[in-house]
Structures are given as C-alpha cells and as structure tokens.
C-alpha cells in the first residue's frame, strides 16, 4: 500500500510563493504519476500538476505558469511551488498517487492555502 501526506499549507499574502510537499510512503515503486488537485470554497476538484516517473510534467490551466512540481526521489516527496499567489488561489490542496495499473489511487487529506491580505 501506499499512502500520501501533504505539508507546507498555510496563509500567503496575495503576490507571495509558498511551496507544498506531498511525502509517500509504502510501496513507492507501485507510483507512476504523482499529481496536485485543489478544491475552493464551494468548487469543485481540479487538477493543478502532475509528474510521471519518467520526470514528465503536466500543468493544468487554473495555476499554469506560476507553478513547478518536482519530484525528489531520495526523499519520496514532490513538491508543488507556487507563485504570485491571488486570493481565488484559496483552497484546500491535495495530493494523489497514481499507480502503474493506471487505476488505483491513493489521496491524501489534503492542506489548505490561503491567499489574503
């Protein structure tokens, strides 16, 4: 089994960077794709990165070009930077490891960012 946990959320100003972690644990060889998804104040889930273990990223629109993943492999964590934050950035944000049958998933619980002044 594998488990992800994030860390690193918390309160930005709006025009700030924050950067988020996402640790897996378990059978980490089982993960092909780890990815981001936010979810704000009454919206629904939406994908905002993702990495293969080929290093192969993806950025979806709402966060494309103010964001970076990363994958370091000696610690088991990808990281989510993030940068010029607005305040429609508020959200909880989750991490979800994609294994290689292309099928099962495991989230975390997620960490909430919150862009305000």
């Known amino acids: 089994q594998v488990q992800v946990v994030e860390s690193g959320g918390g309160s930005v100003q709006p025009g700030g960077s924050q950067r988020i972690s996402c640790f897996a644990s378990g059978n980490t060889n089982s993960i092909n794709v780890i990815a981001w998804y936010r979810q704000p104040p009454g919206k629904q889930r939406e994908l905002v990165a993702s990495?293969?273990?080929?290093?192969?990223?993806h950025y979806a629109d709402p966060m494309k070009g103010r964001v970076t993943i990363s994958r370091d492999y000696s610690n088991n964590t990808v990281y989510l930077e993030m940068n010029d934050l607005k305040p429609d950035d508020t959200a909880v944000y989750s991490c979800m490891a994609l294994f290689n049958n292309y099928s099962d998933r495991s989230w975390g619980r997620g960490t909430q960012v919150t862009v305000s002044s």
């Open positions: 990495i293969n273990n080929e290093d192969m990223t």
